[in-house]
């Protein structure tokens, strides 16, 4: 670089400097210097004290956080780690650090709001700034030295269009790059950006929810103090703390096992919000580690990962009322009630089992299950996940990521998942397996959050190994009882978790109880170390924080147990017809890669017992799974459970391949409004684009495998996915329009005139009344499941 282009970029990096330190000047000496830790001692005001006002205040103000804040602003990949679910989030401020760095050399630190910081002190060390005054208290300063509010009044001096796109200025999506203002550098950043107020790329709030947030930083930023828990909902918590902390050597092994499976759950207790009508959904609870007994205040232990060192002698186990706001994307409800207590004493408990010594947290057997709890009742282990499969599956979908991506390009766009019978499990015990395989089973968690490039060949390796003594093991049970349906687990006869149907979004994905459509792209059965392995490498054992070294051998390592589900699949096809299958699902794959579905490192000759009558056998085998499935299939997931005038319509979006179906995003909602003599009637449901790729075993140039012209459209009822990439509002009388031009869409200027016509764009006036009904409906429709979506990813066409 010349040293005269050198000079001036100096120049003008020295004037920036110059600029925010004098802004910074300029309000120490009108409000004095700012007092980190003043939020950490703001009281809370009492509904019924004399602040009453005040509490008014902060819950007009909850309401406009969460449904037009935290859409945004939730998790990990909230913009500027500005976590606006909670007001701990609001006072511990942003940051310009990344979460997501896929090239990061070293980990990063942890900044898990709750966990990692308790002050706002804390978070101040940790590099994030403040978006309220933490300076002298009055009504100018509040305003004045508040980030929040500047970027409210940017968005109202500059609201950007009504129609249309939003400007090309703002960077959007997944891989937007984020300014993040501080206080000091707003008017540099307010210049450059007059349209990037908040809420950002989206509608300028209204007049009231504006002078709602207004008039709450105004007051100081007040909060209300929660109230006491109900008496039987306290009951319920010393119910199961007494049960997670008994002293018994297998009490202790047993609940450590639960909570490295359930951290990441909003536990609630069904039998005391069924006896509640007036609550709109459940009180959540979260599991955590503590230093201090049940009884006593919480001392929270927060580690990189659920089975790491907590420092202490012992552990115990609390539930905390978890206060923020639920996002979709994070939500992964479980219900607590007497009869899992029950079966959970009679299998942890009360079996005929000894443990003689409490493992240690060293992380090589830490982080393999196998060998941490191997005292346990290996069918008590399968039964305590596979109970509740569908949280299991959504840890990796929902878990330490936010939004799963290091776990989705290694899975297909739609497949189905079912387990292999608890009973089969036994005899894989029986015969030695699991004491064979335990030092084949280890993860790349072992290696901590600083892995090597290259650390992943050891575990092909491995995988090798374990797939010799598998084989070993189903050709002894195959002896018995030749393959068949009746190894998939039948739910016993009402768990709707036995089968599952898996949805990725490209850069996420959504998990759904039952088979739905008829013929997806793949299929996996899935046994207990599969199931195992699956949580503590995407789980339990992945770190967000991690180096680009973790980050790709967990992904690599996946591929491993992708493959190990598909093959288990494969064995319940002809033997004949077992290669030609996994060709088709592995186009232009390496034989290397083949080797680990089905062939020399995986080569299975047992016949099933199922019969075959066509040359399609995989179709067969699909037919088969859903006629097995279906007493146990939900109801509202498929069109069949739909009017039969809007089924006829929108199966003709389900019969899209190719063309029209590659103009759509990944994800749209769709309402269809119906005006019945002053009564509105909203039908939602979304479509879903599911790519088509030669094969998914490879982690780079996924976009050269990509088949558009296989790409196929599914329409379902509901809701499905966390973030929409556009939503479509059609009134009922123009539904066939919409679904005839969706159709003969063949070109970008074609699909702009749809949403001209019936999109909801980022800039539509009716945007956040659309919001609303969609999240109104979906609470109304699903108080458990249900959550705010993610605006993040809508798109700008």
Request: proline share 6%; charged share 25%; aromatic share 12%.
């Amino acid at each position: 670089m010349p040293l005269r282009i050198r000079s001036v970029l100096l120049g003008l990096l020295v004037m920036l400097a110059g600029c925010a330190y004098w802004q910074t000047h300029q309000l120490d000496e009108r409000y004095g210097k700012p007092d980190p830790q003043h939020f950490d001692h703001v009281p809370a005001a009492s509904p019924r004290g004399r602040e009453s006002g005040n509490a008014e205040k902060w819950t007009a103000a909850k309401q406009v956080l969460e449904t037009r804040c935290a859409v945004c602003h939730g998790c990990y990949d909230s913009p500027c780690q500005l976590n606006l679910t909670a007001r701990e989030g609001v006072t511990r401020g942003a940051t310009q650090d990344r979460v997501y760095d896929g090239g990061r050399l070293l980990a990063a630190r942890m900044t898990r709001l709750f966990e990692d910081g308790q002050s706002t002190a804390d978070w101040r060390k940790k590099g994030f700034y403040p978006v309220l005054n933490e300076r002298q208290q009055s009504d100018e300063a509040n305003l004045e030295g508040s980030l929040l509010v500047k970027m409210l009044r940017l968005k109202h001096a500059h609201p950007g269009p009504t129609e249309g796109p939003v400007s090309e200025t703002l960077s959007l999506g997944v891989d937007a790059v984020h300014q993040c203002p501080t206080l000091e550098s707003f008017k540099s950043y307010s210049r450059k950006f007059p349209e990037g107020g908040m809420p950002y790329g989206l509608p300028a709030l209204t007049a009231t929810e504006e002078q709602a947030l207004i008039d709450w930083v105004k007051a100081g930023a007040p909060h209300e103090a929660e109230p006491d828990l109900e008496a039987a909902l306290q009951q319920q918590i010393d119910q199961w703390e007494v049960f997670f902390n008994q002293d018994s050597l297998k009490a202790q092994l047993s609940s450590r096992y639960m909570f490295e499976h359930l951290y990441l759950a909003h536990l609630y207790f069904p039998q005391v919000e069924a006896s509640d009508a007036g609550r709109d959904r459940p009180t959540f609870f979260k599991l955590v580690r503590s230093a201090s007994a049940p009884g006593q205040p919480l001392e929270r232990i927060a580690t990189r990962r659920p089975f790491d060192d907590p420092g202490v002698s012992r552990v115990y186990y609390r539930l905390v009322r978890d206060t923020s706001a639920v996002l979709v994307k994070t939500h992964m409800p479980y219900a607590l009630d007497d009869a899992r207590l029950k079966r959970w004493k009679k299998a942890f408990h009360d079996a005929s089992y000894t443990v003689t010594s409490l493992p240690g947290y060293a992380p090589e057997t830490a982080s393999n299950p196998f060998v941490t709890f191997e005292a346990l009742p290996q069918v008590a282990r399968y039964r305590f996940m596979l109970e509740e499969a569908h949280y299991t599956i959504s840890g990796f979908i929902k878990g330490p990521v936010c939004r799963g991506q290091i776990a989705l390009n290694v899975i297909n766009d739609y497949f189905w998942v079912a387990f292999v019978d608890p009973r089969f499990a036994s005899l894989a015990e029986d015969a030695g397996f699991l004491a064979k395989t335990r030092n084949s089973l280890n993860l790349p968690a072992e290696d901590e959050s600083n892995a090597g490039l290259l650390s992943w060949r050891k575990y092909a390796k491995m995988e090798q190994d374990f797939l010799k003594e598998k084989i070993k093991a189903l050709q002894y049970v195959a002896q018995n009882e030749p393959f068949s349906l009746g190894y998939l687990w039948n739910g016993d006869g009402k768990n709707q978790n036995a089968s599952l149907t898996i949805f990725r979004h490209l850069d996420s994905a959504t998990v759904v109880k039952g088979l739905v459509g008829e013929k997806p792209q793949t299929a996996w059965i899935v046994s207990y170390p599969l199931l195992e392995r699956i949580h503590y490498l995407l789980v339990a054992g992945f770190d967000v924080y991690g180096n680009v070294g973790h980050q790709l051998s967990t992904r690599l390592y996946m591929d491993f147990l992708r493959m190990e589900g598909e093959f288990n699949f494969l064995a319940l096809l002809p033997p004949g017809s077992r290669i030609a299958v996994r060709d088709a699902w592995y186009r232009d794959a390496s034989e290397d890669v083949k080797a680990y579905i089905y062939g020399p490192h995986s080569k299975l000759d047992v016949n099933t017992s199922l019969t075959y009558t066509t040359d399609k056998p995989l179709d067969e085998l699909y037919g088969m799974w859903k006629k097995y499935f279906t007493p146990l299939q939900p109801k509202g997931i498929s069109l069949e459970d739909v009017d039969e005038d809007e089924r006829l319509l929108l199966k003709k979006l389900n019969e899209l391949v190719g063309g029209a179906t590659t103009l759509f995003p990944e994800t749209s909602v769709l309402t269809v409004v119906e005006n019945r003599g002053g009564y509105e009637k909203r039908q939602w449901f979304t479509l879903l684009r599911h790519r088509s790729y030669t094969n998914i075993a490879q982690i780079f140039r996924e976009e050269t495998r990509h088949r558009p012209e296989e790409d196929r459209l599914m329409v379902l009822p509901g809701w499905v996915g966390a973030y929409p990439n556009v939503i479509f509002e059609v009134e009922r009388a123009r539904l066939p329009e919409f679904v005839q031009a969706a159709r003969l869409m063949e070109t970008e200027e074609s699909y702009r005139r749809l949403l001209d016509q019936f999109g909801v764009r980022r800039t539509a006036p009716t945007f956040w009344g659309v919001s609303d009904h969609l999240h109104q409906a979906f609470l109304a429709a699903d108080p458990i499941q249900s959550g705010l979506l993610d605006y993040n990813r809508l798109e700008n066409r």
